[in-house]
Structure formats: C-alpha cells, structure tokens
C-alpha cells in the first residue's frame, strides 16, 4: 500500500519570510497525483497545491510552489513570503487513478509576526 | 451549489450504539469517500465509492458500513460504537472526468463515543 511521510511534526516561519515542508511517499505505481492541504483551525480541508506524476514541470499557485522529484518519491511544499494567515496544519497527500488518496501525519505551521 | 455537506457536525454515543453519518453532494460527482482524523494523525481512508452501487474497503474499514444507491448521497454507517471510533469524519467526493483526482471535502463531524 502507498505511504506518505511528513518528517516534520511541527515548523516556525517569520512572516515574509520561506519555509519549506517535506513530504516523502512509497509507491509502486507510475501514474498517480500529489497534493498539499491546508487545515485552518476550522478543520476545513482547503487545497493548496496539486502534482500530476507525468508532468516534470513543478506546479507553482502564487505564493506556493512544489519541488517534485518523481525518483526520489519526494514531494516537498515551499511558501515564499509568508503571511499570519498561513498558519494552519498542512498535509501531503498522494492519489492514485482509483481515487485511493493516502495522506501524512501533517505538519503544524506557525507564523510569527 | 452547496458543494459537499455532511450531518450531524457533531454527535455523542454511548458504546454499541447505531447511527449514520449523512454525507451528500451536489457537484455530480462519481467518487465519494470517507475519512477519518485523530489526534496527531491525518485523514485515513474509510471506505471510498468510484460510483453508484460500486463500494470499496480503504485502511481502516473495520466497524463501518456502507453503501452508495444514488451518485449524490453516500452515508456511512457505525454498527456498534466503540470509544475507539472517536474521531472526527470528513466526507469527500471528486470527479475522475476533471483529470485531477482534486477531492472537494465537507466540513467533518466530530464523534465522541463514551
């Protein structure tokens, strides 16, 4: 079965400041897609960020952008100019054509003004 | 459109009671699942549909039911409470014809079983 590793349980950030969160996942299948998810203190589910495996081009949605590296099987998150708001627990997540999704254990994001 | 919505948003049982958790979509969407989150944890696969009347097992199964008549409505069901099953219950749905896999998920249910 596909697994996906956060290694981070928790990481600070200054506001305006990068941060990058790693993710890591196992799997045997050649097409599948990546995801990042925000989730604020209101528990919603907010995507941040997708990764179709069969595109080199890493994926990038204003302020957030993604380091794919499909041999590695390492999918990490980057924030450039981080704001408050950006605080929120986030999680990797991995799909594949079934719409088995696997997530990680999440990584906690502060933001310090 | 509502997009996905689930009831209750939250619930107390008491040990080896039944209930169901409703969860419907308004999107046309053929995928539905169900998650559940613990503490320290993240979304775990219940069981998932890829459409009506197909349903499949995810990695934690045990203790939950379901079933999927309409595209719209996919409500999981707890046999038998067990303290174990407090968690709280996210609902999901995609659309394989969108190319990709997104899932749209409601806003949780949060089960306390005592």
């Known amino acids: 079965a596909q697994t996906v590793t956060q290694s981070q349980p928790e990481m600070s950030v200054q506001e305006a400041e990068t941060v990058t969160l790693s993710c890591t996942y196992d799997?045997?299948?050649?097409?599948?897609?990546l995801f990042w998810y925000k989730q604020p203190p209101s528990r919603q589910m907010i995507l941040v960020i997708r990764?179709?495996?069969?595109?080199?081009q890493n994926a990038t949605e204003n302020r957030f952008s993604v380091n794919f590296q499909k041999a590695a099987k390492s999918f990490s998150l980057k924030i450039s100019d981080s704001q408050l708001g950006d605080a929120a627990m986030y999680f990797c997540?991995?799909?594949?054509?079934?719409?088995?999704?696997?997530f990680g254990a999440g990584t906690r994001l502060t933001v310090k003004p | 459109n509502a997009g996905v919505t689930q009831t209750p948003k939250f619930q107390v049982l008491k040990t080896g009671q039944s209930m169901t958790l409703q969860c419907a979509q308004d999107?046309?969407?053929?995928?539905m699942s169900w998650y559940r989150q613990d503490p320290g944890m993240g979304l775990r696969l219940i069981h998932y549909?890829?459409?009506?009347?197909?349903?499949d097992q995810g990695e934690v199964p045990n203790g939950y039911n379901v079933s999927r008549s309409t595209t719209e409505d996919f409500p999981l069901r707890l046999l038998s409470a067990a303290p174990s099953q407090t968690s709280v219950y996210f609902c999901?749905?995609?659309?394989?014809?969108?190319?990709?896999?997104?899932?749209?998920f409601g806003p949780g249910t949060r089960l306390t079983v005592t």
């Open positions: 990764q179709e495996a069969y595109k080199q």
């Open positions: 997540a991995y799909c594949n054509n079934n719409n088995d999704m696997r």
């Open positions: 999107m046309n969407h053929e995928y």
């Open positions: 799997t045997s299948e050649s097409d599948y897609y």
């Open positions: 999901a749905s995609s659309s394989p014809g969108l190319k990709t896999y997104e899932q749209y």
């Open positions: 549909s890829v459409g009506a009347g197909i349903t």
